[in-house]
């Protein structure tokens, strides 16, 4: 694929999915130069011209995420003055996603602030993947392509062909996109239900649907602590299932995760790398990752070629 207007930059959060990216779609990834001054200030400058182009910049917003987005937000800026035709902001994964509303008082709505940051820096569309609220995509007067990584992670798990499998959600909220799971793979839907019977007393876990002879496949957004999905795999094999395994598009792993994981009932834990995995995760046995370049070319290819990018939205 030859594209003289088409030029994919990266920042320092997750080059190699960029690389792959680029791979992907026959092209050479452009130059840019980021440094960062004594003080933790950040140097952006674009090595290339960029005049006229069509721009698209790979950048998750994960650990380090303040400095991760501060270097998108200036790359940004940097090719807006350059003179880049137009700019897509390409976010695997969308930092500060989790504060989407208020509910507590007196407390910033995060992710629409990040949203007016990216408009305001210079993005005129952005494109990412498996958002924590789909709502977020109202947070921006630019457009938003809304990816989901189901079909990487379904052909995973298809593949696998275990008999007797039943996709559970870890929590109520999480409900829908099981329930989009279990239909691809054409298996029964439990749903875990956590409440706190007394104030400072441990939560209690209880099943909905049948899960005994069962193997069981968690399946979520995006795994932080690792709390939740592991509390859900004890309950499930308390409930009698033949086993557990868990999927989510985001790796974010922070703290004790890939030790609770390790510890945990849990064969298998299957993310994308939408966010690079840590070398403790590299080297847990149970942690696996897929790539979502494919789908992400995809994507920008019709984003360049303006043809629909609705077939990519199951």
Do not use: W
């Not at 992710?111 to 958002?131: F, P, S, Y």
């Not at 104030?199 to 932080?224: K, R, S, T, Y």
């Amino acid at each position: 694929m030859t594209h003289d207007r088409l030029k994919i930059f990266t920042g320092n959060a997750n080059p190699a999915l960029a690389e792959e990216i680029c791979d992907a779609m026959g092209l050479r990834m452009a130059e840019v130069s980021s440094e960062q001054f004594a003080d933790g200030e950040h140097y952006i400058q674009v090595m290339e011209n960029v005049r006229g182009a069509d721009v698209f910049v790979v950048q998750p917003t994960c650990t380090p995420v303040d400095s991760n987005l501060m270097e998108l937000l200036l790359m940004i800026d940097a090719l807006k003055r350059a003179s880049a035709e137009r700019i897509t902001a390409v976010l695997p994964y969308y930092g500060y996603a989790r504060q989407d509303r208020k509910d507590k008082p007196r407390v910033p709505i995060s992710a629409k602030l990040v949203a007016g940051l990216l408009e305001t820096a210079g993005a005129d569309r952005v494109l990412t993947l498996d958002l924590h609220a789909a709502q977020i995509q109202g947070f921006f007067d630019i457009p938003v392509d809304h990816l989901f990584a189901s079909p990487v992670l379904i052909e995973h798990f298809r593949a696998l062909s275990r008999p007797s499998l039943t996709v559970v959600s870890p929590d109520a909220g999480g409900v829908e996109r099981a329930r989009a799971f279990a239909k691809r793979l054409n298996c029964p839907l439990a749903i875990i239900d956590k409440r706190r019977e007394e104030a400072n007393v441990a939560e209690v876990m209880n099943v909905v649907g049948a899960v005994e002879g069962q193997h069981c496949l968690l399946v979520d957004d995006l795994i932080d602590t690792a709390g939740t999905i592991v509390k859900g795999a004890e309950a499930l094999m308390k409930k009698g299932a033949a086993g557990v395994s868990a999927c989510a598009t985001h790796a974010v792993l922070s703290g004790p995760a890939v030790c609770r994981i390790a510890e945990s009932p849990l064969e298998e834990v299957v993310f994308t790398n939408s966010i690079p995995l840590s070398d403790a995760a590299r080297e847990c046995g149970r942690i696996k990752s897929l790539s979502v370049a494919r789908l992400l070319a995809e994507a920008i290819r019709s984003i360049h070629e303006e043809t629909s990018v609705s077939v990519l939205f199951i």
